[in-house]
């Protein structure tokens, strides 16, 4: 059963570079699947930011497409967001998905999530 795991700093300050990386287990993310990141503000509905699929394509949400950078590293076995610029806007709880592979958007696996807080 595949595993999504979310890691980086909890606390960015306005103006920085947000980065956060997803550690895979029980699962390659290089056959099927797109991994998407997925954020959560206080009092908001769930946003997609992006994906990275199986090929290494990629694509992004035309909301933050020029703030998003999605990659991966197959030899870890995991993908990372960073997200520029941030303000108090991009607070929010920061989550890895998987999607399937006939529907990007199907969300079968979740990380637990981690909460990122922007202030100075």
């Known amino acids: 059963q595949v595993q999504l795991q979310e890691s980086g700093p909890g606390l960015v300050k306005p103006s920085q570079t947000l980065s956060l990386t997803c550690t895979v287990s029980?699962?390659?993310?290089?056959?099927?699947?797109?991994w998407s990141w997925i954020r959560q503000s206080p009092g908001k509905g769930l946003e997609w930011i992006g994906y990275i699929a199986y090929t290494g394509s990629i694509a992004k949400s035309p909301s933050l497409e020029s703030r998003t950078s999605i990659s991966r590293d197959t030899s870890k076995n995991q993908f990372t967001l960073q997200l520029s610029s941030v303000t108090p806007e991009d607070a929010a709880v920061y989550y890895c998905a998987r999607g399937e592979r006939d529907r990007w958007n199907d969300f079968g696996s979740w990380g637990q999530g981690t909460q990122v807080t922007v202030s100075s």
């Open positions: 029980g699962g390659d993310i290089t056959t099927d699947y797109y």
